[in-house]
C-alpha cells in the first residue's frame, strides 16, 4: 500500500514549457486534490476532484488544467510555464466526497522550478 | 478566506508547552491541524467538527469554539520530534475547498 504517490519529485523549466504533474492513490479514495506550497504563504488549493468524473476550480487555478483519469489518477497541467509557478505541489486525496469530515492525506511533493 | 494562524513561530525547551491558535472569519464546519516537517509531505494531527466530534492521535489535544470560529492546538511536555510547521486547515459548510493558514513554525531545543 504506497499511499499518495507523485512523479517526478523534482523538475526544472524553462519559460514557457509544459510539463504534467502525476498522482496517483491506492487507497480507494474518492476525491483528490491539487496543492501548490510557497514560502510563507502555506498551502493553497489549486484544483480538486471531488469524485470520478469531476473536477473544480480552488483558490489558484491560473495557468494549470486537470485529469482525472480514473479514480485512482489526478494529473495537474501546466500548459505554458511561468517563473511564478515555481513551487512545491501536493496532491491529496481523501475517501470522503469533501473535506468536511475525512483525513486528507499527502503526497511526498514535487518540487518544480521554473527559469 | 485563509485562517489566521498564531503565533508565526515559537521557540520552546524539551519539556515546555506551546499553544497554537487558528481563527477564521467565515462560520466553521470543521477544523484540520496538519504539521510538516521540512522537505516532508503535511501529516495529519487531528481533526475538530462541528457540535464536538474529534478524530486524531491521542496524545495531541485541540479545542474548536464554533461561535468564536476558533481553534486552538495544544502542545504539553514538548519533545524534539514535535519541530516542524502547524497548519490549521478549516472547511466551511459550502463546496469542498479547505483553507489552509500561513503556519506556525515550532522549534524545540534541547
Known amino acids: 500500500n504506497a499511499g499518495v504517490t507523485q512523479t517526478p519529485k523534482f523538475q526544472v523549466l524553462k519559460t514557457g514549457q509544459s510539463m504534467t504533474l502525476q498522482c496517483a492513490q491506492d487507497?480507494?479514495?474518492?476525491?483528490m486534490y491539487w496543492y501548490r506550497q510557497d514560502p510563507g504563504m502555506g498551502l493553497r488549493l489549486i484544483y480538486y476532484?471531488?469524485?470520478?468524473?469531476?473536477?473544480d476550480k480552488g483558490e489558484v487555478p491560473n495557468g494549470y488544467n486537470v485529469s482525472r483519469l480514473n479514480k485512482r489518477e489526478f494529473s495537474l497541467r501546466l500548459e505554458s510555464a511561468a517563473p511564478s509557478q515555481t513551487s512545491v505541489y501536493f496532491c491529496a486525496s481523501t475517501y470522503e466526497r469533501g473535506l468536511g469530515t475525512d483525513t486528507q492525506y499527502f503526497g511526498p511533493g514535487t518540487r518544480l522550478t521554473v527559469l | 478566506q485563509q485562517p489566521v494562524q498564531s503565533p508565526q513561530a515559537v521557540i520552546l525547551r524539551e519539556g515546555e508547552d506551546a499553544v497554537i491558535n487558528c481563527s477564521s472569519s467565515?462560520?466553521?464546519?470543521?477544523v484540520h491541524w496538519y504539521r510538516q516537517k521540512h522537505g516532508e509531505a503535511p501529516v495529519f494531527l487531528m481533526i475538530l467538527l462541528k457540535g464536538g466530534e474529534q478524530k486524531g492521535h491521542e496524545k495531541i489535544s485541540a479545542s474548536f469554539n464554533e461561535k468564536k470560529q476558533q481553534s486552538s492546538l495544544y502542545l504539553t511536555a514538548s519533545q524534539l520530534s514535535y519541530s516542524g510547521t502547524y497548519f490549521c486547515?478549516?472547511?466551511?459548510?459550502?463546496?469542498?475547498?479547505?483553507?489552509f493558514g500561513k503556519g506556525t513554525s515550532l522549534l524545540v531545543t534541547p
Open positions: 486547515g478549516t472547511a466551511s459548510n459550502s463546496g469542498y475547498a479547505l483553507n
Open positions: 467565515k462560520a466553521l464546519y470543521s
Open positions: 476532484s471531488a469524485s470520478e468524473g469531476t473536477t
Open positions: 487507497m480507494n479514495h474518492n476525491s
